[in-house]
């Protein structure tokens, strides 16, 4: 069965008699007011593309031409379209048809040339009511594209019946999707062949039977009616294979009528599935700016830490300790005189805040991120050539631990373990190896690392 759509119909010819009367000029300004000057002067000249309303340029591009046109008319026009997808290809038409630009005038023609016999048919109306009941009858028989370019174009068709066409297309296209109008199309002919093939058939019976009430008493008249008969039968088995055939044609429309309610299901499913990646993205877009707020802070805290080193305590600076830098940034500088501190692990982000502290703490900064991305066979070699090591242990690779460890036993070099990769932490254990931190054995820090 043909899909019919809710369309309210025009307003009684009384009920339009006693509105107030409509200015055709103020419409044309209503609707496109930088095209008011020019449609006064033109008086009943159709509109051409760039007059539309721009926000009309979507709807009329993508439902009254084809991709495979609009890419053509585009090369035509020397707009580059090579890798562009159909929609950034939809959006660029949209673009130009807002200004006469080569590419506008040549959608121009080509939108006059395939709509011509709707052009023609609404040019026929006088008034928005004839315009929307010739709307409501092209949209009934599935040819909205022709349709929607003639009556938008139309020098009769005001702001508010513009609107009310584009709210009826925009539930189309959520209605239908691509390529149901030559569906519709085709069905509504399917349904006038079976109508008008039954008509034939109820004719050619009730014919056949005037002949046999004429014929009755006459034998030879009765052979030739007989004859006749039989030809008729053989005429209706024929005619009832088509309705079969085309009943057949109409159960397999409906199946792919099914088909395309699937994929409409699917499709709804697949953007369901993606927006629940999206709140998965949102979600790591929060952590990610907690992070980001916890390495400023950490970095703060480092600002804080160079700044009373550099002139005594925060007391004395005048400045504050932020919360997350206690005791360890307001003390004075400790003094590493000139040692190797190897910095192994830590954040990436505070990698050169850590340098400054010891350098400001006068040590020389060696850095190593664990394992991570530096390669793990270069720490044995930067191990050896440090004085003192502090470890971040959450922040490096299980090898790289327990190749750090082994090295500080053997050696008896110094080492220093922190469980959080934060500037606090760091600063104490500058302050450790400064104050000449002991070296570690096998304990509570081996099984916390675990």
Not at 28 to 56: N, T
Not at 372 to 386: I, Q, Y
Request: proline share 4%; charged share 25%; with cysteine.
């Amino acid at each position: 069965m043909p899909i019919r759509f809710p369309l309210t119909k025009p307003a009684p010819a009384g009920a339009a008699a006693a509105a107030p009367a409509l200015d055709p000029a103020a419409l044309a300004r209503a609707v496109d007011p930088l095209a008011a000057g020019e449609d006064a002067r033109a008086g009943s000249r159709r509109r051409r593309l760039w007059d539309v309303k721009h926000q009309y340029h979507c709807p009329v591009i993508g439902t009254c031409l084809p991709m495979d046109v609009l890419r053509r008319l585009a090369e035509k026009a020397r707009v580059s379209v090579g890798g562009l997808t159909d929609f950034a290809l939809h959006t660029q038409a949209v673009g130009h048809a807002e200004a006469r630009t080569p590419f506008a005038e040549l959608m121009q023609k080509e939108l006059e040339r395939r709509h011509a016999l709707a052009i023609k048919r609404f040019n026929q109306a006088r008034d928005e009511a004839a315009l929307w009941q010739l709307w409501c009858d092209a949209v009934a028989r599935g040819e909205v594209p022709g349709a929607l370019w003639a009556v938008w174009t139309h020098p009769r068709c005001g702001n508010d019946l513009a609107h009310r066409i584009y709210g009826e297309v925009h539930m189309i296209s959520h209605q239908m999707g691509a390529g149901q109008t030559a569906d519709l199309q085709r069905l509504s002919q399917l349904a006038a062949t079976v109508a008008e093939l039954r008509g034939k058939l109820d004719a050619l019976t009730e014919r056949t039977a005037e002949r046999l009430a004429e014929k009755v008493d006459e034998l030879e008249a009765l052979r030739q009616q007989v004859a006749t008969l039989e030809a008729a039968a053989a005429e209706r088995d024929a005619l009832r294979g088509r309705v079969e055939s085309l009943e057949t044609a109409t159960g397999q429309a409906a199946e792919r009528i099914d088909g395309w309610r699937r994929q409409a299901d699917s499709q709804s499913r697949r953007a369901d599935r993606a927006e629940a990646r999206a709140r998965a993205l949102e979600r790591a877009l929060a952590e990610a700016r907690d992070e980001l707020a916890e390495v400023r802070a950490e970095a703060a805290a480092a600002e804080t830490a160079l700044g009373a080193w550099s002139g005594g305590s925060g007391g004395e600076s005048g400045g504050a300790t932020p919360p997350s830098c206690s005791a360890p940034c307001a003390a004075s500088a400790p003094r590493l005189a000139g040692q190797a501190v190897l910095c192994v692990g830590g954040i990436p982000a505070l990698t050169e805040a850590y340098r400054q502290i010891v350098e400001k703490a006068g040590g020389r900064f060696v850095h190593h991120d664990g394992g991570l991305e530096d390669n793990p066979r270069a720490l044995e070699g930067t191990l050896a050539a440090a004085d003192a090591v502090i470890c971040q242990a959450g922040c490096i690779s299980h090898g790289a631990y327990w190749r750090l460890k082994d090295h500080c036993k053997r050696t008896g070099k110094p080492c220093v373990y922190l469980k959080r990769a934060s500037v606090t932490s760091f600063v104490r254990g500058v302050v450790q190896v400064a104050e000449g931190a002991p070296v570690l054995h096998s304990g509570e820090d081996e099984k916390t690392y675990r």
